[in-house]
């Protein structure tokens, strides 16, 4: 038993070792599967989503509200619990309104796509390993390939076609700015998402989210991981639009962004979508960097690894999937929204980089372990070296001071700009004295309050004619 | 006469051996006749679509319906990335390019370069006769069969394909992008022209300035007026001549507040109410 859980932890045996029957590459049993097994998966997980979601509208609420030290909904049902269902019912009974500027073809389809992709997730998702349904032994997870996790991926990114296209299609400025600003978000922070799963897929030696959960039968990978265990839990919400980054609804600046014009069913559809992909991430993170649906380490080792069989892990992989649920709401009831600007930078200059940083070193040790007889520890006390010597040589470095003076010293200096120097009209150049611009004298003059406001508003009044 | 022959045969050869280890199961034929006539159809929409929005949700359903056809095809690794950067990152990047220079925009038709569509033309054949001349004269090694080239699960097979015999082509493309994206930034790069001013910088003008740091206070006292043009009024009484519009202000539509508490507390309207003419 532990010669196989020691065999089974390094990861290049394990993928030379499970290369399976059916569908190599892939840790999980289908074998036996049939129509209706799969039948009854498909709508259990679906059942499961809906729910999932009707409960973690409560619970967000129920819990942002204990922070904000309040009650939070607690009227309809016990603990309030039937609120979101009443809600639900609410928004399906809503009038639709199509706007008129609408593109009624894409108006329509954006919400669709949104839905649709967001259940595409959890078909690759372990719930847990194999258990007799009726006779029929097989594993809890609809299905799995071996480029499960981008299939995740895929269908994350083309779920964000919904935000997009139902920003455009409603033809108004607040819902369009809503849809530049998420595609701007998607394509900066998938990147920075997909390269910390990189180094999960180095490690794991696969990308099937069975075989992923198969590897952390003694490590979770988060722990060996962690760098990119935090790029990928800040990206993630950022994924899901969700506070500090939900810049594409931003209700502060953008009224609600892309759903602005959406009312309905059409609205619960984004709404819906919101949730559930909120519950795939988490569900993600919880399989590729907690263990899936592993017990926790002491549960794990009573009576032989009793609780990581039969219907047991479903229990540990829902606690883990709510833990980061939780993370969700706890991250919008502390954080404020960043500005738009803040949030870009920070994507492309501090996540994007990291990770990079981050795939090369993994790859490096793991090439290291691989292809020569070093073992870890060697090469794991060499790296704390050499991070101890970069880190000590970072306090070596005086720090940069704010620059002194207004041009600084890097800028040319400053001499009158002569717009058809040589003969032609040119540019500016940084540092050389510009002439005034006229149109900021008007706006200075219309700009002081008191008394003189009377009459400088009149001359402005004037000169625009 | 010769080079028709030699094509002719080789492209018997190619087509043997495209089939010989290929075999589509009924499904896979339903899949492919579904899809391929709405891909068709799609093509055509990015080619005929008025507004450019559509033409790019053709090509974007054009590029899932090729990545559910990989997978048919047992290329679940292609089927997938082909989703993952070209839905996912190329064409939402056009999709954003499309937002910013204005969604209605349509294309200007004027030629702005001297020939260039007979160069064009001459660059497109030129291209078109190196591909022909290439595919033709290549030959295929023998199929070995999905069960083999999969066998070690199929990114397993794609990258000893790419990492081992495809190395060099592999190395070159990755350059060559690392050269255009370089191209790109030093391309687009602009020096600024005056200093950047920061947050800080700017809030600590605003509160040396002595304006009002907090949002103006709203116009309106009587709910019964438009009381967009009729000031509020302080503590003490006294009108705020902030809360009123500057707009209303500068055309002369700012209304007392005396005047219009008389109009109001008046038993009844006199003509001049601008409610009574409407």
Redesign the interface.
């Known amino acids: 038993m532990i010669a196989a859980m020691v065999s089974s932890a390094v990861p290049g045996v394990v993928?030379a070792s499970v290369?399976g029957a059916a569908n190599?590459?892939?840790t999980a049993d289908f074998s036996q599967d049939n129509g209706w097994v799969w039948l009854i998966k498909a709508v259990v997980i679906l059942v499961f989503l809906l729910l999932t979601v009707l409960m973690a509208i409560w619970f967000e609420r129920k819990v942002v509200a204990r922070m904000q030290m309040r009650p939070g909904p607690n009227v309809h049902g016990p603990f309030g619990l039937l609120q979101s269902l009443a809600d639900a019912m609410k928004l399906l009974l809503k009038e639709d309104i199509t706007v008129k500027a609408a593109?009624k073809f894409?108006y329509m389809l954006a919400p669709m796509i949104s839905v649709f992709c967001a259940l595409l997730t959890f078909a690759v998702i372990p719930f847990g390993p194999s258990v007799s349904i009726f006779g029929i032994v097989t594993p809890l997870q609809l299905t799995d390939?071996?480029?499960a996790v981008?299939?995740i991926?895929?269908t994350?990114?083309?779920g964000?076609?919904g935000i997009?296209?139902g920003g455009?299609s409603s033809g108004s400025t607040y819902p369009?700015l809503g849809?530049?600003r998420s595609?701007?978000q998607?394509?900066s922070y998938?990147l920075a998402m997909?390269l910390s799963l990189v180094s999960v897929f180095i490690l794991a030696g696969?990308?099937?989210t069975s075989q992923i959960v198969a590897t952390q039968q003694q490590l979770w990978w988060f722990l060996p991981l962690f760098p990119a265990f935090i790029i990928y839990v800040i990206s993630m919400i950022g994924e899901t639009n969700r506070l500090p980054f939900d810049l594409p609804e931003a209700e502060g600046e953008l009224v609600s962004g892309f759903m602005t014009e959406y009312s309905s069913m059409k609205f619960a559809w984004f709404f819906l979508a919101e949730y559930i992909n909120m519950v795939n991430v988490s569900a993600v993170v919880t399989t590729l960097f907690f263990g899936g649906w592993r017990a926790p380490w002491p549960i794990s080792a009573i009576n032989d690894g009793m609780f990581n069989t039969g219907w047991w892990p479903v229990l540990w992989f829902l606690a883990k999937m709510w833990l980061f649920l939780f993370l969700f709401v706890w991250v919008r009831g502390t954080l404020l929204r960043l500005r738009y600007d803040q949030f870009m930078s920070f994507g492309w200059k501090v996540l994007i980089p990291a990770s990079l940083g981050w795939v090369v070193c993994v790859a490096v040790v793991q090439g290291v372990r691989q292809f020569t007889e070093v073992d870890l520890r060697t090469v794991l006390i060499a790296l704390a070296v050499a991070v101890l010597v970069v880190v000590g040589i970072s306090f070596l470095v005086p720090e940069r001071k704010p620059e002194p003076g207004?041009?600084?010293k890097k800028a040319i200096p400053p001499g009158e700009f002569d717009p058809f120097a040589g003969g032609y009209p040119v540019p500016?150049?940084?540092g050389?004295q510009?002439p005034p611009s006229p149109r900021r004298a008007r706006v200075a003059a219309?700009?002081p309050?008191g008394a003189a406001?009377?009459v400088t508003?009149?001359q402005?009044?004037v000169e625009r004619g | 006469m010769t080079f028709t022959s030699t094509a002719a045969t080789t492209l018997a050869g190619v087509a043997t051996a495209l089939t010989d280890g290929g075999k589509t199961s009924s499904g896979e034929a339903a899949l492919f006749w579904v899809l391929a006539p709405l891909m068709v159809l799609a093509a055509l929409g990015l080619v005929f679509a008025r507004k450019a929005v559509y033409a790019a949700m053709s090509v974007v359903f054009v590029m899932i319906s090729i990545a559910f056809l990989y997978i048919a095809q047992d290329a679940p690794f292609l089927g997938v990335v082909q989703v993952v950067v070209y839905t996912g990152a190329i064409m939402m990047l056009f999709l954003f390019v499309l937002m910013l220079v204005g969604v209605d925009s349509s294309d200007s038709l004027a030629e702005t370069l001297k020939g260039q569509r007979w160069i064009g033309i001459i660059f497109g054949l030129g291209l078109a006769g190196l591909l022909v001349t290439v595919v033709v004269s290549s030959t295929f090694p023998v199929a070995v069969g999905l069960d083999e080239a999969n066998g070690d699960s199929n990114p397993v097979g794609v990258a000893r394909l790419i990492f081992g015999d495809y190395i060099f082509a592999f190395e070159v493309v990755g350059v060559l992008l690392v050269t255009a994206a370089l191209g790109a930034l030093v391309l687009t790069h602009r020096q600024r022209l005056t200093r950047h001013i920061g947050q800080k910088e700017r809030s600590d003008a605003r509160l040396a300035s002595g304006h009002t740091l907090t949002p103006l206070p709203a116009p309106g006292v009587f709910s019964r007026s438009n009381a967009m043009d009729v000031p509020a009024l302080d503590p003490t009484g006294a009108p705020l001549e902030d809360s009123v519009s500057r707009v209303l202000r500068i055309r002369g539509q700012e209304r007392e507040f005396g005047v219009v508490a008389a109009e109001i507390e008046a038993p009844t309207r006199t003509a001049s109410d601008p409610e009574v003419q409407r």
Request: hydrophobic letters at 55%; zero cysteines.
């Open positions: 993928s290369a190599p590459g892939v593109d894409l390939v071996p480029v981008l299939y991926l895929a994350a990114s083309v964000v076609y997009v296209l455009w369009l849809a530049v595609t701007a998607v394509i998938e997909g696969s990308m099937s207004a041009a600084g500016p150049m940084p050389q510009l219309a700009a309050a406001r009377q508003d009149s402005t009044e």
